[in-house]
């Protein structure tokens, strides 16, 4: 089952979401109910609702780029020890997922905002399970994961 702690830390992203925690955890359920994958474990994770320059301070700080981007993970977990706890049906935090909400809006003009926001935080989110896209077939299956996972909700 998934769990997420949902903190705002822009206060704006309320103009687009009233109750950011009570959206999440409605789509977590949906996905909770139709993917066998996250059954069996209990995992929890945080999504942090930040801004253009909170992101670009994380990001330099932690990943030594300074620039801003859509989404930063932070999985608490290696590959390897992940896979131990799919296997072992353990409960555990995976991580952390910030959004930030300029992005969002950029992306949100060419379809719209929940979408965007949607697609951002699923790919946050699948990062802390392992997934990657440094080359073309990880991206292949990772996109197809967050394509799933996106018509699900």
Do not use: C
């Amino acid at each position: 089952m998934l769990k997420s702690d949902v903190f705002v830390s822009n206060k704006n992203w309320n103009k687009y979401i009233k109750k950011p925690d009570q959206y999440i955890n409605q789509k977590l359920k949906k996905i909770n109910k139709k993917l066998k994958m996250f059954k069996k474990v209990n995992l929890k994770f945080s999504l942090l609702l930040s801004n253009n320059s909170e992101v670009k301070n994380l990001n330099k700080r932690f990943r030594n780029k300074n620039k801003t981007t859509d989404v930063l993970s932070f999985p608490s977990l290696d590959k390897k020890n992940l896979n131990k706890i799919f296997k072992e049906k353990k409960e555990m935090y995976i991580g952390d997922v910030i959004v930030n909400l300029s992005e969002i809006i950029k992306q949100g003009k060419e379809t719209s905002f929940i979408l965007a926001f949607d697609k951002i935080w699923i790919h946050g989110f699948l990062h802390l399970i392992g997934y990657r896209h440094r080359l073309n077939k990880d991206f292949i299956k990772m996109q197809k994961l967050e394509n799933k996972l996106i018509n699900l909700l």
